[in-house]
């Protein structure tokens, strides 16, 4: 059978499709499976599910990422994710499910998955241990595929689909102003059929992630840094992150910037509007990319205080912290 490798140019030597996927080549974390969110602090349980629950709040994320505008066929990824704590036998909790779909090109990626983390006070910390248990979709349109006068059965002339199951872990600790966490996508390496005649190999990917909030004496201005580094042992990516965040009252903004070595420059701004945190960001790639066809990235969220741990209570207050 033949193998299909998302994201390579070279699977697509004979068609005439996507100027994109060549593209993709010059950036090399996006030849990887896992999509990059230029918010990736917000949406942990994307890529760790053991931040699940990480606040006492119910926490509800969605994104949308644009990348590579102006180019035919450019990907284009949704993430809507949703997380909450929980207390039950004489333990904390973390509870979630997320939902994506990634398209680039004639493929399209999509995962629900549902996750679930342990807690634990640990040397004046508190650290988690989650797991994720999820299901991937992925389909090939092939009729949009034009293959001039051949007529070579190893390429799929129709829309085919195929789907597998998905497991993913991770630990996260936090204590005080820092964090940290480990995990893994893809453990299993799901292999997806597409078809009679391809099949799709998903490798595992491994994330590291940490994050420091720098206290000013001016108490109404942070600066909240962070990192992320990605592998699938044949590429990697890593976002390095710094924001200036004022907070008075009910107001909330904030402007970042965010360096990826090799890859790009993103520029972030954001802020709390009646109750709903709006952040925007634009990526820059530093390869011969022209700076006009960059990626565009949206985050909308929301999070409401639960108090689920005393009986008889469970109020609900609408904060403003992105």
């Not at 509870?95 to 995962?111: E, K, P, W």
């Not at 409401?304 to 741990?309: C, E, G, P, Q």
């Amino acid at each position: 059978m033949n193998i299909i490798k998302p994201r390579y140019v070279n699977v697509f030597k004979r068609l005439y499709i996507t100027i994109t996927l060549a593209l993709l080549l010059s950036v090399g974390a996006k030849a990887q499976y896992d999509a990059s969110f230029s918010h990736y602090w917000d949406m942990e349980p994307y890529f760790n599910p053991a931040a699940v629950g990480k606040q006492p709040k119910l926490n509800v994320v969605a994104a949308y990422a644009l990348d590579m505008a102006g180019f035919e066929n450019n990907p284009r990824t949704m993430y809507l994710g949703a997380d909450m704590p929980f207390f039950l036998l004489g333990a904390y909790h973390g509870a979630g499910v997320s939902l994506i779909n990634d398209q680039i090109g004639l493929f399209t990626h999509q995962r629900i998955a549902l996750q679930y983390a342990y807690k634990h006070k640990l040397f004046g910390g508190n650290i988690s241990v989650g797991a994720q248990f999820g299901f991937l979709n992925e389909q090939f349109d092939g009729s949009k595929v034009d293959l001039g006068e051949s007529n070579d059965p190893a390429f799929a002339t129709s829309d085919v689909k195929g789907n597998a199951m998905d497991l993913a872990a991770g630990i996260y600790y936090t204590h005080g102003r820092w964090y940290a966490g480990v995990s893994a996508q893809h453990l299993t390496s799901p292999l997806v059929e597409l078809g009679e005649t391809n099949e799709l190999q998903i490798d595992p990917t491994y994330y590291l992630t940490g994050g420091y909030n720098i206290k000013l004496r001016n108490p109404f201005v942070t600066i909240p840094t962070s990192v992320l580094v990605r592998t699938d042992t044949k590429a990697y990516r890593a976002d390095i992150s710094a924001r200036i965040v004022y907070t008075n009252e009910k107001k909330l903004m904030y402007a970042g910037v965010s360096y990826s070595p090799t890859n790009s420059v993103t520029a972030l701004i954001g802020g709390s509007f009646h109750g709903i945190n709006l952040s925007y960001s634009y990526e820059m790639y530093t390869s011969a990319i022209s700076l006009g066809n960059g990626s565009h990235e949206l985050m909308v969220s929301y999070q409401t205080d639960l108090n689920l741990f005393k009986k008889g209570k469970n109020k609900h207050k609408s904060v403003r912290i992105l």
